[in-house]
């Protein structure tokens, strides 16, 4: 393909580096365009649920459904059905989780911003993180921690043989896997979804700057690029969705007597 | 129920990943110590071997 373009310097391959951005002001490291939309997302959701909560009426507004409609998601569908009884007192936590967490991943693909902040691998960890810390914070208060971790470790109805092979295991998915798989899941998703994203769209850029074969080639390089969008804003909507759904049965797993 | 599917989809993975990496992990540093390269497969076998046991035990018994 090379051979064919005319003009000098070959195609650059969208890779990691286009992940690294420079800081928007200054020479610090704190100003950088990932960091910016996080804190443009916290602005957006809460000026969003202020609003459309905020006159609240029994005939609800377009806004103020819109606004309902989200919360009783993750109230119904996530809270209530994936933990039980109990559920009320996460429902803010998992709310914040959702939102901002889907706020951040539709930066992606909308016009301007187009940056997923998730695809940093450092903003899902603490998200993990925070949830760390409260299944095992939930566990450990609900059943007492030698119960928790009892129970965690040691099976009902395994032989005793069986622990040396199996407790570490149980140990390992409990304490490292788990927390680890779910940030990196979301940042696999985001980094490959946005990278996918950047290759057709800078490639049929670059084929638009060829002869003219290639020129007639690239409205589909643009074509597959737009159809990509769309299936970016699934992923997007179902890796927030995802990350929520397993922090709510994280939660009810250490919640639950029996796991 | 589809939540519960994809939950057990989950902590399956995390199940093979974790014994993969445990056993796996314990057999690649006794053949870096004792200079042997059969340690690794065996921990691996031992460790896939134990992450469908447990698997079978929290999903299978039922």
Partial sequence: MRVLLRSGEGFVPPSSNDFELPPIFGDNAYTTKPILLVFLSVILISVFFIISSRKAAVVPSKLQFAGESIYSFVRNDLAKDVIGHDFLRFVPYLFTLFTFILVNNLFGIIPLLQFPSMSRVSFPYVLAMTIYIVFHYVGIRKQGALKYFKEIMFMPGVPKAAYILITPLEILTFFVVRPLTLALRLFANMFAGHLLLLVFILGGDHLLQGVIGLKLISPFAFGIGIALTFFEFMVQCLQAYIFTLLAALYIAGALADEH | ?62
């Fill in chain 2, 1 to 62: 129920m589809a939540k519960r599917e994809e939950s057990a989809m989950w902590s399956i993975f995390g199940y093979l990943l974790s014994g993969l990496l445990f056993w796996g992990g314990i057999g690649f540093g006794l053949d870096k110590w004792l200079n042997t390269s059969y340690f690794t497969l065996i921990g691996l076998l031992v460790g896939i071997s134990g992450a469908i046991y447990l698997v079978w035990l929290r999903f299978g018994r039922e």
